[in-house]
């Protein structure tokens, strides 16, 4: 069975800096997607980034990178140069067929 | 592109009432709409997947006849919370897909009190 593993209930960031949230995955499905949303405390989920089990290089989108370790089985995202308006919670998924599974997910906290 | 619009964004309503969520797609034809349960600082809970113009699959759990689910177009998909108690307050979040790994576009979501 899919399962999605974020460790980290919470964390904090000093503003301008980068922060890694981390995320695991396990699955016996040799194709496979991972994503990441973005949830601020309005509610609302904003889609950040996609990686394919197939593609060779990382994903990035603008300040968001995954860093995609297919051996470790790790798809952790990179938020380079943190800003306030990224406060929010945050959630690595992966697809099973058309579905998604979400990780707990981890609060992030901008610092100014 | 790719909007996906909820509404209410908030409902507020006595205990017994049913009540009524849409889930539009604006500009695009989802295949797939998707819906979800989220409690306070937990992660979405998969409800039930529906699929335009056939009956929605609900997740092991969740009471088909507490909460109706249609998807009678390619933009539209609501979900009725019938005769709704206390219990069933939560936020409610629904997505759309324009199928395989596409990835899940998400209303901005309803939250529901029932008292």
């Known amino acids: 069975a899919q399962k999605i593993t974020q460790t980290q209930p919470g964390m904090f960031v000093q503003e301008k800096e980068a922060v890694t949230l981390d995320c695991t995955y396990d699955?016996?499905?040799?194709?496979?997607?991972l994503f990441w949303y973005k949830q601020p405390s309005s509610g609302e989920m904003i889609f950040l980034i996609y990686?394919?089990?197939?593609?060779?290089q990382n994903a990035t989108e603008g300040r968001y990178s995954l860093n995609f370790q297919k051996a470790r089985k790790s798809a952790n995202l990179v938020i380079s140069a943190s800003q306030l308006g990224d406060s929010a919670m945050y959630f690595c998924?992966?697809?099973?067929?058309?579905?998604?599974?979400f990780g707990a997910g981890t609060i992030l906290r901008v610092k100014s | 592109g790719a909007v996906v619009s909820q509404h209410p964004s908030r409902v507020i309503c006595k205990s017994g009432t049913s009540v009524k969520i849409e889930c539009r797609s604006l500009?695009?034809?989802?295949?797939?709409m998707f819906w979800y349960r989220q409690f306070p600082k937990k992660s979405l809970m998969l409800m039930a997947t529906?699929?335009?113009?056939?009956?929605?699959?609900?997740e092991q759990g969740v009471e088909k006849d507490k909460f109706l689910i249609n998807h009678a177009s390619l933009t539209l998909s609501t979900l009725t919370v019938t005769s709704a108690h206390p219990e069933d307050s939560s936020f409610y979040i629904c997505?759309?897909?324009?199928?395989?790994?596409?990835?899940?576009?998400f209303g901005d979501g309803t939250r529901l009190s029932i008292l």
């Open positions: 997505s759309a897909s324009q199928g395989g790994y596409q990835p899940q576009h």
């Open positions: 699955t016996s499905d040799p194709s496979y997607g």
């Open positions: 990686q394919g089990s197939y593609d060779q």
């Open positions: 998924a992966m697809n099973y067929g058309n579905k998604l599974v």
């Open positions: 500009d695009f034809q989802a295949t797939t």
């Open positions: 529906s699929n335009e113009g056939s009956k929605a699959t609900y």
